[in-house]
């Protein structure tokens, strides 16, 4: 089997066939406009009996016209590249995201995080000197039939909103829920915002926009200063699926009551359905909505009187205390993706490198008590003799083992790291590490044994 290497000055370490081959002792770098098969210089061996063969000579050697056309395609990329890279400062991208899209996910907050790494969306580059009536013009063409283009007006037919990542923390206390991403802030088409460009309003090099639209094509009015962009969520309780199912417009001094019906219609449910609201303030923090008779902006109904906030409904004559919105959402929170390691490093152990991964799920709540007798039944062992260690977040390499109190105390949360400022965040889809030893012994004996470390000497006096 055949080995590459790669030569740094006086530096000589292994390389991939990828590597070798393919970048010629280069790797990808997307900062780079040059090509990965480019090199300074090349070390080629001839074997000397085919020196001849393979540098012979040619006085009227033409390089292959498929060749420079290879090559005169590369230069023009390059340069393409190399003036890009150039004027990036003077270009933005959006990512526009419209209610189509919301309702293909139906997992925490209103939109997958990883949406803006999704080449799937429609995505494009503009001018940062784009004016904001232009911006409507430009998403219009885009997105919107031509039937359009002369009768209707952009402003007429949609808004569009910018995605912020905010966090919401009660009051008197110094833990943050986790973040979230909505459409928080508006960017209104109007006569102050003719002249506006989009360097005022998009800061970022990669924005996400909502493109708020209604059936009709002709959305209802707004007003900045008294109302507010909610989306809606609704809990099927026979399923036990959360489905997004669109969004309205409410006024802030307005009870929730008031606007039941219009909820009914975008979940197709027949009137007078008795519904049941929560806010999903975070992915760690879905409360329920007390009383609906008073308005929004009092306290105890909604913790944040703010565009981009979260509802989710469920029919309150179906649902009960094991079957509910909140519960399932506690219930997906809580169950986490775990690998379970043996460490047979710290003990003298006859089961070393015997024991594959465990892979499962197990719930952030669980008493260590379940958590080894989930490990004990997976592996075939006594869950008296599970040894469970506390693993660095920095390298996922145990540190210290859990004594008996210890154990009695923790929970998985707390034994992960994950019970104060880090908080687990399911969007992340995180596969956490796990370390158990099995042990010869109870675990309830090791506070009656000491720990030694024993050397073997040879007939040399060499220690090992």
């Given amino acids: 089997m055949y080995k590459w290497c790669k030569f ?38 001839v074997r000397q009996s085919c020196i001849d063969e393979v540098l012979c000579q040619h006085e009227n050697l033409q390089v292959p016209a498929h060749l420079v056309q290879r090559f005169e395609n590369e230069r023009e990329e390059e340069n393409k590249k190399k003036k890009e890279k150039q004027e990036a400062h003077l270009y933005t991208e959006i990512v526009m995201v419209t209610d189509e899209h919301l309702a293909s996910y139906n997992g925490f907050d209103l939109v997958d995080p990883k949406l803006l790494d999704d080449t799937g969306l429609p995505r494009e580059k503009i001018e940062k000197s784009m004016t904001i009536p232009q911006l409507y013009d430009y998403v219009k063409a885009k997105l919107f039939s031509t039937e359009h283009e002369v009768e209707t007006p952009a402003r007429e037919m949609f808004r569009i909103w910018k995605f912020e990542e905010t966090t919401y923390k009660d009051e008197g206390s110094v ?38 639209t209604s059936p009709a094509n002709s959305l209802r009015s707004y007003n900045e200063n008294s109302e507010m962009l909610m989306f809606l969520k609704y809990y099927d309780e026979q399923s036990r699926t959360l489905r997004y199912v669109g969004h309205f417009i409410v006024a802030y001094r307005q009870c929730m009551s008031a606007y039941t019906n219009e909820c009914l219609k975008l979940i197709g449910l027949p009137e007078n359905t008795p519904l049941r609201f929560y806010e999903e303030v975070a992915p760690d923090r ?179």
């Fill in 175 to 212: 833990m943050s829920a986790l973040p979230r991403l909505r459409p928080t802030s508006l960017i209104p088409h109007s006569e102050e915002t003719q002249e506006k460009s989009l360097e005022a309003v998009l800061e970022s090099d990669r924005n996400l926009l909502y493109i708020e």
């Fill in 286 to 464: 879905i409360r329920l909505i007390e009383s609906l008779g008073k308005p929004l902006c009092a306290d105890n109904t909604v913790v944040e009187v703010s565009d981009g906030g979260l509802l989710i409904a469920e029919r309150q004559d179906r649902t009960n205390e094991t079957n509910n919105a909140k519960l399932h959402l506690d219930t997906l929170y809580n169950t986490i993706d775990i690998e379970a390691i043996a460490n047979n490093d710290s003990f003298v152990s006859n089961h070393a490198e015997l024991d594959p991964p465990i892979t499962g799920t197990i719930g952030l709540n669980w008493t260590m008590r379940q958590l080894v007798d989930y490990i004990g039944k997976e592996i075939n062992y006594d869950p008296a003799k599970i040894l469970l260690w506390r693993v660095s977040p920095f390298n996922d390499r145990a540190t210290q083992f859990l004594t008996d109190s210890q154990s009695k105390a923790l929970r998985v949360n707390g034994l992960l790291g994950l019970a104060g400022a880090q908080l687990h965040d399911p969007r992340r889809n995180k596969r956490y590490r796990l370390v158990y030893t099995k042990m010869p012994i109870k675990i309830t004996d090791i506070k009656r044994r000491r720990q030694m470390k024993i050397q073997l000497m040879d007939e040399k006096m060499n220690i090992t």
């Fill in 8 to 45: 740094d000055d006086d530096v000589v370490s292994r390389a991939t066939v990828r590597e070798a081959v393919m970048a010629n002792y280069g790797g990808d770098d997307g900062e780079s406009t040059g090509r990965t098969y480019t090199n300074a210089y090349m070390l080629v061996y």
